[in-house]
């Protein structure tokens, strides 16, 4: 009988992947096994073979490959209507996009896929073990992200750097992996960075010197070296080779590596598939002492860490600093810096973006005086201090700003979500409970069991999600309410303030945020501020 694949062209995509975790097969013998493989396939099916789509490097649950992203833009063009994998794997490890894709945007468009070792042929119709297959490789790519782990632990406690580059002062040592050597060239910089912080310099200070002198940059001295970041410096200005950031300077006033401790795990994947980096609290930090070879003494570095703590608390004539750590860029969110202008016979003082400051210019001025600051939000306190004196009732019901048939039926509403999610995870737990016992009974295999398994303890943590979620949301009411009656005591006990202190603006506001002044066509000038009291956010 005359097959099917006879009488079509078959326009088809050779899709290979290889992922970090498959290194250790030979990466140039794995993805040229996975193409003499697909070639011969597809010579001996009589497949046209349009293109190759290669993502060497690449997990199975990221499913934003460019290789394959390049694959899918080929076939909303018309240019595919057949793909073609070594295995279910290479296409991905994620079951339900890899099942999305193979079941659902596939066959929509009208094309056929073919996994050649899983014997998965669409032209036949549906594979009914798919589905069990894309499980088991979801299952292995959450296998090997556990070890990965493991193992990256193991590594942490005995000491060792892990990161693509070694920080600025330092190479990694060509004779031991993940250990660090002082590098004789660089170091330089970073005695100069500490050098000039405990003798008073601030970050914003420290980057206007290191601009000017031309110091060379981390990422300049990569390029220069390992020709990393060529896209930044090929054909750039000369001046980019010196582009310190603020950002840059603080990071390495408050890096532990400059004397000799390795930190890890700060950050971390929010999951095996969620690639998207998420900062871990300190508590959470493993930190090992004495790894490596300090640049700079023990005793440098807390000082250096003492002067940034207590730069926010004063200023050199040792007056308290009232909007200290409060008031910040609306454009840029960077912190406001204090300055005095002694030219005039009456000095002043004002703030300005700390980005914009220091020759940098990497945001606008946003200069406000400190005395229009400081009458600003005196004004604003005493008018709400008014306020709560002349009707409380009033003033909380403003606060909340949200009608009571809103609120109910807002709450409503998560009600039913909440008993459906509850009723649905009770569900759950019945039918893992009844697998478990057919399994102990030898009614199914532990093959099906820990397919099966995986699926449904997978849907019960997303429902615990959901339930905690709703239950939040639906306390949220009763905080809400809470925090306005917080806020108004606070004020309440401001005693109708006649001048402003630092205890008092830290105990009633969270931040003050400036914004740019817009300049009138007669002159004028006029300034937004916002202010964004603690436990209620911004009020007008």
Avoid at 41 to 50: D, I, Q
Avoid at 66 to 72: A, E, K, S, T
Avoid at 402 to 430: M, N
Wanted: glycine share 6%; aromatic share 10%.
């Amino acid at each position: 009988m005359k097959q099917p694949y006879n009488t079509t062209i078959y326009n088809t995509a050779l899709y290979l992947r290889l992922s970090r975790d498959d290194e250790m097969q030979g990466e140039s013998g794995s993805i040229q096994t996975q193409r003499m493989m697909l070639r011969e396939y597809a010579r001996e099916h009589g497949l046209n073979v349009v293109d190759e789509y290669i993502d060497d490097g690449w997990s199975g649950t990221n499913f934003d490959r460019p290789n394959f992203q390049r694959m899918i833009d080929d076939i909303e063009e018309g240019k595919i209507n057949c793909v073609v994998t070594k295995d279910l794997s290479r296409l991905g490890r994620n079951y339900i996009l890899t099942g999305q894709y193979t079941e659902i945007y596939f066959p929509s468009k009208g094309v056929r896929y073919i996994a050649i070792n899983d014997n998965v042929d669409t032209i036949h119709g549906e594979s009914e073990l798919a589905p069990f297959l894309n499980i088991l490789n979801e299952m292995h790519a959450r296998q090997t992200s556990k070890k990965v782990k493991a193992a990256m632990h193991t590594r942490f406690a005995n000491g060792a750097h892990y990161g693509a580059y070694a920080p600025i002062g330092y190479i990694k040592d060509p004779d031991k992996t993940g250990h660090l050597l002082v590098d004789e060239e660089t170091k330089w910089i970073i005695e100069k960075i500490f050098n000039l912080a405990i003798h008073g310099a601030g970050a914003a200070k420290i980057t206007r010197l290191l601009i000017e002198e031309r110091v060379p940059t981390p990422a300049w001295l990569n390029f220069q070296r390992n020709g990393t970041f060529a896209h930044i410096f090929e054909g750039a200005e000369e001046s980019k080779m010196y582009m310190w950031t603020i950002a840059q300077v603080k990071s390495i006033l408050k890096d532990e590596n400059y004397i000799g401790n390795s930190v890890h795990n700060r950050q971390s994947n929010i999951s095996f598939k969620n690639k998207k980096k998420v900062r871990k609290p300190q508590e959470e930090w493993f930190r090992v002492e004495n790894t490596h070879e300090a640049i700079i003494s023990k005793d440098v570095f807390l000082q250096v860490q003492e002067q940034i703590a207590s730069r926010r608390r004063s200023r050199k004539d040792g007056q308290t600093q009232i909007f200290a750590g409060l008031i910040k860029c609306a454009d840029c969110g960077w912190s406001l810096a204090y300055g005095e202008n002694r030219q005039n016979k009456t000095p002043y003082g004002y703030y300005h973006c700390s980005k914009n400051g220091q020759g940098t210019k990497q945001c606008s001025m946003h200069y406000i005086r400190y005395d229009l600051l400081y009458g600003y939000v005196l004004a604003r306190l005493q008018y709400w201090h008014e306020q709560v004196q002349q009707d409380e009732e009033r003033l909380l019901k403003q606060l909340l700003n949200t009608s009571d048939r809103e609120r109910s039926a807002i709450k409503k509403k998560h009600t039913v979500e909440l008993r459906k999610a509850v009723k649905r995870k009770a569900e759950v737990d019945g039918l893992f409970a009844k697998m478990y016992e057919d399994w102990s009974a030898g009614r199914i295999t532990e093959y099906n069991f820990n397919m099966l398994s995986e699926r449904y303890q997978s849907e019960q943590r997303e429902l615990d999600d959901k339930i905690r979620k709703l239950t939040e949301e639906m306390d949220a009411d009763v905080q809400s309410t809470q925090d306005a009656e917080k806020w108004i005591a606070l004020i309440k006990q401001c005693s109708n303030p006649t001048e402003l202190t630092a205890e008092l603006l830290n105990t009633v506001i969270e931040k003050i945020v400036v914004h740019e002044a817009v300049k009138g066509t007669d002159g004028s000038r006029k300034q937004k501020v916002d202010i964004y009291y603690r436990f209620i956010g911004k009020i007008d």
